[in-house]
DNA sequence: CTTACATCTGAACGCACGTTCAGATACGCT
DNA sequence: AGCGTATCTGAACGTGCGTTCAGATGTAAG
């Protein structure tokens, strides 16, 4: 029955979403062609219809393991008791896990619009509820006094703004490392919200 | 039957960038056909071909145009003594501007990809211009002691980030004012450089 | 050795793409 | 009234698109 060895199928599946992920990365969704990503890999493109229904599924898989993945990460974390330390928790978690994909975090943001209204209601749900967690950290942080934002929500929108904008220039080979940026953000973000 | 209407080429040109800014902003710009700008303007797709050489060059002429009207209209502007008004001249400045042209801000964000190299490097010659009109405030007001950051291109780039974040959420409809949100925002830069 | 089937090829489908261009049209000008 | 030309049409070019599918291939299991 099912091929155990010599089998492709658990090749050729991940394969194929790697050198999507990078190929929609690169050149953007639209400007892709499944024959590009077939001839990455190494197949003719009819072969990549054993393992997504369409081009569109193909993209929609790739984010929502993304976020599923950041979720995971994150729900899976020790929560730090204080409210200070939680925060700055969170912003050294987004910063490391988005640094680590950046690819996937590129296709997140920029083809939110190639997705149809389905699948980008079920993105859009899963990035709300990644942006609630922060909000509710910055929420119980006023209510205790240690923070003072005007606003919850515009805070977490515009502390995720900032953070999220270190996937845009971010180089490994670059003059900082990963932790001296998180302090340098940490210190950032503390200020901004601090009483 | 060719010309139905008298000339059309002041009119013609400004519609068919409008139209294609319009266009790219929604979808796209590898998913929008010069067809579907042309159906939009209301003539056939080889008139486009008047107004400019190709598919690339609209793009970058919107880009470009975008860039020089930012870098225009700070420029223009009284430029206050004190270092922290100055900042928060940026911040204010800032946010009105993107908030007023939502669609090109996505686009010279979002399609810088689909720019050839020699145009990619034009834009990115001036938004490093922008750029550097903020890192002076900050390092000046480091100078002076009234600002207090580890790294002003890291700060520069973040309060970028979480300024332009505001384009991707802002709603007309929604429930703060721009002048709100430009002093919601000011407080969360000021308290982040501080010193 | 044969069979069953997962996997892949290669060709084909209809359609849309960016771009070119000869010719049609209608305006400004004399 | 008639010419010159800016503007636009409509067709065409070659190319590539997403997707389908009958048939080839090669391995695992019997």
């Known amino acids: 029955m ?6 492709h199928s658990e090749i050729t599946g991940p394969r194929i979403r790697a050198v999507a992920l990078e ?8 400007a892709v062609s ?6 990455e890999v190494g197949v003719q493109a009819g072969a990549l219809y054993n393992y997504t229904p369409d081009k569109q599924d193909l993209l929609f898989t790739l984010m929502k393991g993304h976020m599923d993945d ?12 204080d409210i200070v330390a939680r925060l700055k928790d969170f912003v050294a978690f987004h910063i490391a896990f988005h640094l680590e994909r ?11 619009r190639n997705l149809t209204p389905e699948n980008f209601a079920v993105i859009e749900e899963l990035r709300r509820g990644y942006e609630h967690r922060l909000e509710t950290i ?6 205790s006094g240690v923070f003072d934002v005007p606003d919850t929500k515009i805070a977490t929108l515009a502390v995720i703004a900032m953070l999220t904008g270190v996937t845009t220039w971010y180089r490994p080979k670059g003059r900082l490392s990963v932790a001296e940026l998180q302090e ?5 973000v503390r200020k901004s919200v601090s009483a």
């Open 2 to 7: 099912a091929r155990t060895q010599g089998s």
């Open 184 to 188: 340098v953000y940490w210190q950032m």
């Open 70 to 81: 950041l979720l995971d990460a994150y729900d899976n974390r020790a929560r730090p008791d």
């Open 23 to 30: 190929l929609f990365a690169t050149h953007g969704f639209a």
């Open 102 to 112: 950046p690819q996937a975090v590129f296709i997140s943001y920029m083809e939110l």
């Open 34 to 39: 499944m024959r590009q990503i077939a001839r």
């Open 138 to 143: 910055l929420s119980e942080g006023r209510a």
